[in-house]
C-alpha cells in the first residue's frame, strides 16, 4: 500500500468514521481482497478501526498454546446469551492450542468490535507468559477491556487480565498453581472457584470456565436461562477421585506439579514484574 | 487416477501391504501432493487403507454440528495418556461445530491407523443423526470399533455406536434427553454418570466428559497420572446451581427442553430404527 493510501485511510479515522475507514481500507486491498487480507493488512498498519457494531458482542482471545477447555466451557455456556462471539487473534490464521487441538480465529484485534458485552481471556500452561511479554496483545486486551461491559478470564488469562492493567484493586482468581503472581499487578488474590468485583469476574483453573459460564449466564440473562443451560450441559458433575485442589490432592502429585512447572511460574513472575513497569 | 493405477492400488491392498499401498497411492498423485491430497483421494476412491502405525493410537470422530465440548473434556484428559491423538473425519476440511468454533481434522477415516488404544465418538444436538444416516460413517466406525481396546462416547456419541452396531449386548449411557433410545440398538439403557461394560465406556451428557475423561486415564495409566490431571485442571467443580440433571432441575425448564427437541428425538429414533434393519 502507498504511503498516500495508507494517509487516506488515517485521515478517515481521524473523522471518526470507522465502518467506512474499513471499507477504504478493502478498496486498498487488491481486487477479491478477503476478509482475511483485510484484517491482515489493518495489522500490518497497525490500523486500530474502533469500530462499533449493531447488535451484543462477546471477544474471546485466541492465542498459540492456550488451553482449549479453558475457552470452551464458557464458550458452550455462551452460546446461550444469543450474542455474537468473536474468537480474537492478531489474524485470522489457524491457531494450534495446548492438547494439539487447531482452531479458526473469526475476528482480528483490528477489526474487532469495540462495543463489547464481554470480554473474555483464557489460560495456558506455557502460553500465556508470552501473552504477558507482548505489548501488542496487551494493547488490544487494554483498550476492549476498558469499555467492555464485563471483564473476565479463566485460568492464567488472568495473569494477562493483569498485565493489561485491569486488574489493578480488583479481587481476582487464577489456576491455583499461578494464585501468588496476582499482587504483583495489584489485584487482590482470592482462593475461590470464580471471584465477582465489580465488572470483573475471573475463574480459578481450567474446569472452573464451566461454573464460571453459568454464572455469566445467570448475570445477563436470568435464572430460567442458566438453568436451561445448566440441563442441557448436563452438568451434575461426579469427579471419580477427589484431587482437584492442592488442598486435596495427595502430597506426591501437588510435588511433581511443582516440579514440573515452578521454573515456569518464575518465568511468568519475571514478566508480571516488567508488564507492571508500565502502569 | 485412470483405471490401471486403482488397479494397481486395489492390488497392493489385496497383498496385505497397508503402508506399501499408502505410498504407491501417494505416487499416483500428483506431483507434491500433500497429506490432504493424498487423504482426499484416498477418500474418493473408498479405498480402506488398513494402516497400522507403530505406537499407541487414539482415534477422535470429529463431525459438522458436534458439541465441541463432548470432545475436548476427553481430549484433554487424554493428552496425559502420552498417545498420539488423530481427530477424524472424512477429509482434512475445517469442521464447524455446533458453538460455531471451527476445528481443523488430523487424519481421515482413510488413513487413520486401525490400531487403536482408543476409540471415541463425540455427540451433538442435531448433528449426531445424520451421522447415524450416514453409511460411509457408521462403516468407519464399526470398521475401528471392532479392534479398538476401549470403544467410547460422550453424550449423543453412543447413539453413533449404537448405529454402527457395536452397543449390542451392552449397557451404556447417554445424553440424559435420548438414553431412552438405546434399546433401539440393543444396548442396556443405565442411568449414571458414565457406564464401564467390558472394553465400551459412554458418558452422559456434554460435561460428563471429564468424569468419564479421568476415568479412562485412571484405567490406562492408573491413579497416580489421574490425580495429577484433576489437579492440572482443577477439577473440583461447584455448580452454582442445581439444575444439572431432569430431576434437580425445574419442571419448566425441563418442559422447554422437551418443547425444544421432542422432534428431533423422534427424528433420531426414526434413523436408529433404520440403522438397527442392518444388524
Redesign the interface.
Given at each position: 500500500m502507498s504511503e498516500i493510501k495508507r494517509r487516506e485511510v488515517l485521515e478517515l479515522l481521524g473523522k471518526g468514521a470507522a465502518a467506512l475507514a474499513a471499507s477504504q481500507l478493502a478498496g486498498c486491498l487488491e481486487p477479491g481482497a478477503d476478509s482475511a487480507a483485510v484484517s491482515n493488512k489493518a495489522s500490518e498498519l497497525d490500523l486500530e478501526l474502533g469500530i462499533e457494531l449493531p447488535g451484543e458482542h462477546i471477544a474471546m482471545l485466541v492465542y498459540p498454546e492456550m488451553?482449549?477447555?479453558d475457552?470452551?466451557?464458557p464458550?458452550?455456556c455462551f452460546?446461550a446469551l444469543g450474542m455474537t462471539?468473536h474468537?480474537v487473534w492478531k489474524t485470522l490464521e489457524?491457531i494450534p492450542t495446548e492438547?494439539?487441538?487447531?482452531?479458526?480465529p473469526?475476528n482480528t484485534f483490528a477489526l474487532c468490535p469495540t462495543n463489547l458485552e464481554v470480554l473474555f481471556i483464557p489460560g495456558s500452561?506455557l502460553g500465556a507468559t508470552p501473552m504477558v511479554r507482548d505489548e501488542e496483545v496487551l494493547r488490544f486486551v487494554r483498550s476492549r477491556g476498558e469499555r467492555a461491559k464485563l471483564v473476565t478470564s479463566v485460568?492464567t488469562g488472568s495473569l494477562i487480565l493483569g498485565a493489561a492493567g485491569l486488574l489493578r484493586g480488583y479481587k481476582a482468581t487464577s489456576?491455583?498453581f499461578t494464585r501468588e503472581l496476582l499482587p504483583i499487578v495489584a489485584a487482590e488474590r482470592v482462593d475461590a472457584?470464580y471471584v465477582e468485583d465489580r465488572n470483573r469476574i475471573t475463574g480459578?483453573?481450567?474446569?472452573?470456565g464451566?461454573?464460571f459460564g453459568?454464572?455469566i449466564v445467570?448475570r445477563l440473562r436470568g435464572?430460567?436461562t442458566?438453568?436451561?443451560t445448566?440441563?442441557?450441559?448436563?452438568?451434575?458433575?461426579?469427579?471419580?477421585?477427589n484431587?482437584?485442589?492442592?488442598t486435596?490432592?495427595?502430597q506426591?502429585?501437588?510435588d511433581?506439579?511443582h516440579a514440573l512447572f515452578d521454573l515456569a511460574l518464575l518465568d511468568s513472575r519475571i514478566a508480571l514484574e516488567a508488564a507492571s513497569q508500565n502502569f
Open positions: 488451553t482449549l477447555l475457552l470452551i466451557g464458550q458452550t452460546t462471539i474468537l489457524p492438547s494439539g487441538v487447531t482452531i479458526l473469526t500452561t485460568c489456576h491455583w472457584r480459578a483453573g481450567v474446569t472452573s464451566i461454573d453459568l454464572r445467570d435464572r430460567d442458566a438453568h436451561l445448566q440441563l442441557m450441559l448436563e452438568y451434575a458433575p461426579e469427579p471419580p477421585f484431587a482437584g485442589e492442592p486435596t490432592a495427595p506426591n502429585v501437588v511433581t506439579v
